[in-house]
């Protein structure tokens, strides 16, 4: 088991100033950045926490003096190889604690998000290591996130959302944003989780609905949610090493173009939290 920090810095903190503020912005440069754009706009970075311009501008000056961010021309910033260690760590926790809070506490996977939200900059390394060690070194969260490992790495690959797909087309549902709980708690009413196989059998002309048969049942499903759910489709064909997802795209990592995947019975069928209790 990793020793604990004798400094109190928690795992993936960077610099003494890795206070709550610091990691919130590093994880929203990194949600940001990770799957397209090399920057991230002050703009974009104030929609995403929900302040002011101003008060991005002030914080990416101390980002930038403590050397976590990178400032480019045009009120852009990029994070620096520390500054991505700080993003990477915060995610690690933030993971960690949402599956720790769906499978041992039972929390529905439409609340774990926001509850981790706040825990996440609590939590030290080593309760961040006993709660991995405990979920068996979990390789993705409830929502199909993958999880950074102890070494802070992570790999993303390609995926399709269910809305593109085709009437025929099948596949395995693999990840889905937290951002909505709304459209989380509306998949588990409907007993669709994580991991589920599915036909797609009908879709409906002009942006209309489309349904899918999962285990026998159908299932009709407005096209803002199917567009939120990311799937892996019999026909998605990714060589191993192949660039990472389209923009938008949290996938699992796993055995890229395949169905099957290595441990599919403890990583993407073990999120208790995702399925629709009795």
Same mark, same amino acid.
């Given at each position: 088991?990793?020793?604990?920090?004798?400094?109190?810095?928690?795992?993936?903190?960077?610099?003494?100033?890795?206070?709550?503020?610091?990691?919130?912005?590093?994880?929203?440069?990194?949600?940001?950045?990770?799957?397209?754009? $090399?920057? *991230?706009?002050?703009? =974009? %970075?104030?929609?995403?926490?929900? #302040? @002011?311009? &101003?008060?991005?501008?002030?914080?990416?000056?101390?980002?930038?003096?403590?050397?976590?961010?990178?400032?480019?021309?045009?009120?852009?910033?990029?994070?620096?190889?520390?500054?991505?260690?700080?993003?990477?760590?915060?995610?690690?926790?933030?993971?960690?604690?949402?599956?720790?809070?769906?499978?041992?506490?039972?929390?529905?996977?439409?609340?774990?998000?926001?509850?981790?939200?706040?825990? $996440?900059? *609590?939590?030290?390394? =080593? %309760?961040?290591?006993?709660?991995? #060690? @405990?979920? &068996?070194?979990?390789?993705?969260?409830?929502?199909?996130?993958?999880?950074?490992?102890?070494?802070?790495?992570?790999?993303?690959?390609?995926?399709?959302?269910?809305?593109?797909?085709?009437?025929?087309?099948?596949?395995?549902?693999?990840?889905?944003?937290?951002?909505?709980?709304?459209?989380?708690?509306?998949?588990?009413?409907?007993?669709?989780?994580?991991?589920?196989?599915?036909?797609?059998?009908?879709?409906?002309?002009?942006?209309?609905?489309?349904?899918?048969?999962?285990?026998?049942?159908?299932?009709?499903?407005?096209?803002?949610?199917?567009?939120?759910?990311?799937?892996?489709?019999?026909?998605?064909?990714?060589?191993?090493?192949?660039?990472?997802?389209?923009?938008?795209?949290?996938?699992?990592?796993?055995?890229?173009?395949?169905?099957?995947?290595?441990?599919?019975?403890?990583?993407?069928?073990?999120?208790?939290?995702?399925?629709?209790?009795?």
């Amino acid at each position: 088991m990793t020793e604990p920090r004798t400094d109190g810095q928690k795992e993936g903190a960077g610099p003494a100033v890795a206070s709550a503020a610091v990691e919130d912005y590093a994880k929203a440069i990194y949600s940001l950045t990770g799957w397209g754009p $090399e920057t *991230a706009s002050t703009n =974009d %970075l104030a929609g995403k926490l929900g #302040v @002011k311009a &101003g008060s991005v501008s002030a914080m990416i000056k101390k980002l930038d003096e403590a050397g976590l961010v990178e400032r480019v021309p045009y009120h852009r910033v990029r994070l620096t190889a520390e500054g991505t260690r700080v993003a990477l760590g915060v995610l690690r926790r933030h993971r960690l604690l949402e599956l720790f809070l769906a499978e041992v506490l039972d929390v529905p996977w439409e609340r774990v998000h926001d509850e981790a939200e706040v825990l $996440e900059h *609590a939590l030290s390394e =080593d %309760l961040t290591e006993l709660i991995s #060690v @405990k979920l &068996g070194d979990p390789a993705f969260d409830p929502h199909g996130d993958p999880i950074p490992d102890r070494d802070l790495s992570m790999e993303e690959t390609a995926t399709e959302d269910l809305a593109s797909l085709a009437p025929g087309d099948r596949g395995r549902f693999v990840r889905v944003s937290d951002s909505n709980p709304e459209m989380l708690a509306y998949l588990s009413e409907c007993g669709i989780a994580v991991g589920d196989d599915f036909e797609l059998v009908q879709r409906q002309p002009f942006d209309g609905p489309i349904s899918i048969l999962i285990s026998g049942d159908t299932h009709v499903l407005g096209l803002t949610l199917a567009k939120a759910m990311r799937v892996v489709s019999a026909g998605l064909n990714v060589k191993p090493g192949a660039a990472a997802a389209a923009p938008g795209d949290h996938t699992p990592a796993g055995n890229r173009g395949s169905l099957t995947r290595p441990g599919a019975s403890s990583a993407w069928s073990r999120c208790g939290g995702c399925r629709r209790r009795p």
